[in-house]
């Protein structure tokens, strides 16, 4: 698989370090980008997951990492592709808070 250069369109907007950052470019993003995006790496992902298998996560190569946060962009957007037909979740609400926890004095 290496740096699967067809799904280069794709790592800009969806190869993120962070599940934060993932949830906000589904949160973002129109809804066709999501199922273009889906439609794109989906059938790729058991193929990406072996390549991926055979190597030690915490040395991973460059276009190897950029792959691993592109399958967790696919988990992420997946549900509101193939459930939710929608970024969000419906009637949810605020989903989601920025919270300060501090240890009590």
Known sequence: MGAA???????ADWALPTRAER????L???YD??????HAIAPRA??????????DINALP??????????????LVSYAVNVFK????????AAFFEMVAEPAV
């Open 23 to 26: 949830y906000g470019a589904r």
């Open 86 to 93: 929608q970024n969000c979740i419906p009637d949810s609400g």
């Open 62 to 75: 460059d276009d190897a990492t950029r792959l691993l946060h592109l399958l967790y962009s696919m988990i």
């Open 28 to 30: 973002s993003k129109p």
């Open 5 to 11: 250069p067809d799904l280069e369109p794709f790592v």
């Open 46 to 55: 058991e193929e990406a997951i072996a390549y991926l298998n055979g190597r």
């Open 33 to 38: 980008d999501l199922v273009r995006f889906y």
